[in-house]
């Protein structure tokens, strides 16, 4: 097997809220994609920086082929920290200038397909574009007002580079030989509940996918001005309902989930209204919590909350088995 790694010779050009696609290689089975943001940021003399303000100026992304979505977040905050959280806070990230200044700014989104997020050629779940139809990677773009007030993006020089990694058999190698039990594809989604209404014990549901295995949850809790908080949201639990039973259970304890989290994510700092829920913790099982067989309200996470005008959004990380 061959491991290949190459940069696209198109980049996705930024167009203020615009949509740009890029066609992805028909080598092999992608395994891993850096996006990598590089930005040309003028400041004015009076400048106000959002926060997250360069995971900002992407709004959302897809990764599609032949008819499928297999990777889909609405909101470029969610990626930035998913590719954080996964690589123990080890992202580049780069500050937007100062006043009465000009610099160019980087960062990286990444989108690694399977269990291991520091093996790039991870094989355990892929993407097999060698036998798909038209796959792309989309991205929508932000704008200069992503970025906060008295900033200017240059268009002529942002963009971002995607470098793909990606198995490519060779010789007699055969699929079936390589993935005997069948390949594990990808299955990324997002979601948004708005804090409209307070709740308590855990009244405010969402649903999670069901019909793959879910590995990660990354929850975001955002204010009534778009910034991440601590806060609004007090508290939330896994309810499994046809069981009846509450697990993961950190109603009124947002705080101590948090501080949960840091330890077990090893991040190298608090990162104010985010969690990431790692479903083996749910399962007992390293591979995730098998919801094949669940429907849709059979897993849902609770969330408590004392304040509205908020929004909690969701990324749910998954694969499934490859339906051929």
């Known amino acids: 097997m061959r491991y290949n790694t190459f940069v696209l010779s198109d980049s996705i050009d930024y167009a203020a809220n615009t949509t740009k696609t890029v066609d992805l290689p028909k080598h092999g089975y992608i395994t891993q994609i850096d996006c990598v943001l590089q930005a040309k940021i003028t400041a004015s003399n009076t400048v106000s920086a959002n926060t997250d303000a360069l995971q900002r100026l992407v709004s959302s992304a897809r990764v599609t082929a032949a008819g499928d979505t297999y990777f889909n977040v609405s909101d470029g905050r969610l990626w930035w920290y998913w590719t954080y959280f996964r690589h123990r806070g080890a992202i580049t990230l780069d500050s937007l200038p100062s006043a009465g200044s000009t610099a160019t700014v980087r960062t990286v989104f990444e989108i690694h397909l399977g269990y291991y997020p520091s093996v ?16 792309q990677l989309e991205i929508k773009w932000g704008s200069a007002s992503s970025l906060g007030t008295g900033y200017t993006v240059d268009t002529s ?7 793909v990694h990606e198995l490519v058999l060779e010789g007699n190698e055969t699929e ?10 990808p299955r990324v989604e997002s979601s948004t509940e708005s804090l409209t209404a307070t709740h308590t014990n855990l009244g ?10 879910l590995h990660n949850s ?22 499994l309902v046809p069981e ?8 009124e ?5 948090r501080i949960a989290n840091r330890k ?7 990162v104010a209204g985010i969690y990431l829920l790692e479903w083996p913790l749910i399962s007992g099982d390293e591979a995730g919590f098998d919801l094949s067989d669940r429907a849709v309200g059979d897993v849902q996470i609770g969330i408590s909350n004392g304040t509205t005008g908020g929004k909690v959004h969701f990324l749910h990380i998954g694969y499934m088995r490859e339906a051929r």
């Not at 790039?120 to 796959?135: E, Y």
């Not at 079936?176 to 594809?185: F, N, S």
């Open 120 to 135: 790039p050629f991870d094989p355990t779940v892929v993407i097999p574009t060698v036998r798909l139809s038209n796959p």
């Open 157 to 163: 020089d942002t963009k971002m580079y995607i470098k």
């Open 176 to 185: 079936e030989a390589i993935w005997p039990d069948g390949l594990l594809v």
């Open 204 to 213: 405010l549901r969402h649903d999670v996918p069901v019909k793959l295995v």
């Open 218 to 239: 990354l929850i975001m809790v955002e204010d009534s001005s778009g910034d991440r908080t601590d806060t609004d949201v007090t508290g939330f639990g896994v309810i």
């Open 244 to 251: 009846r039973e509450t697990t993961l259970d950190y109603d």
């Open 253 to 257: 304890h947002w705080y101590d989930a």
């Open 264 to 270: 077990r994510t090893e991040v190298p700092s608090d």
